[in-house]
Nanobody
Framework: QVQLVESGGGVAQPGGSLTLSCAVS????????IGWFRQAPGKAREGVAC????????KYSESVNGQFIISRDRVKNTVYLQMNSLKPEDTAIYYC????????????????????WGQGTQVTVSS
């Protein structure tokens, strides 16, 4: 059974940093991407970053490029989202998700391409 478990959310001040973790288990296919998505109150869910867990290639949305960093630890089967220079508009529930792919598939932030999802972790940026 596939499980994606997010952790690391909480309250941060504007300008601060938080690092989210996504612990992955139960995936039996060799190739997959992990994406981070967020949903702010009253808004649609948006993809912010994703990573090829084999090659380590990454992709970011324009809204977080240069601000967030996605990385993975293949030994721990964990994907991280380091969030820097946080702003109140970064407040959202953050989800990680798995996209099962062919070996040469492109990274995507399209929500519909992702097959399994975690339960989410709340991030609140407030002074």
């Amino acid at each position: 059974q596939v499980q994606l478990v997010e952790s690391g959310g909480g309250v941060a001040q504007p300008g601060g940093s938080l690092t989210l973790s996504c612990a992955v288990s139960g995936i039996t296919v060799h190739y997959y991407h992990i994406g981070w998505f967020r949903q702010a109150p009253g808004k649609a869910r948006e993809g912010v970053a994703c990573i090829d867990t084999t090659e380590g290639n990454t992709k970011y949305s324009e809204s977080v490029n240069g601000q967030f960093i996605i990385s993975r630890d293949r030994v721990k089967n964990t994907v991280y989202l380091q969030m820097n220079s946080l702003k109140p508009e970064d407040t959202a529930i953050y989800y990680c998700a798995a996209d099962y792919i062919l070996s040469d598939a492109r990274l995507t932030l399209l929500e519909s391409e992702y097959d399994d999802w975690g339960q989410g972790t709340q991030v609140t940026v407030s002074s």
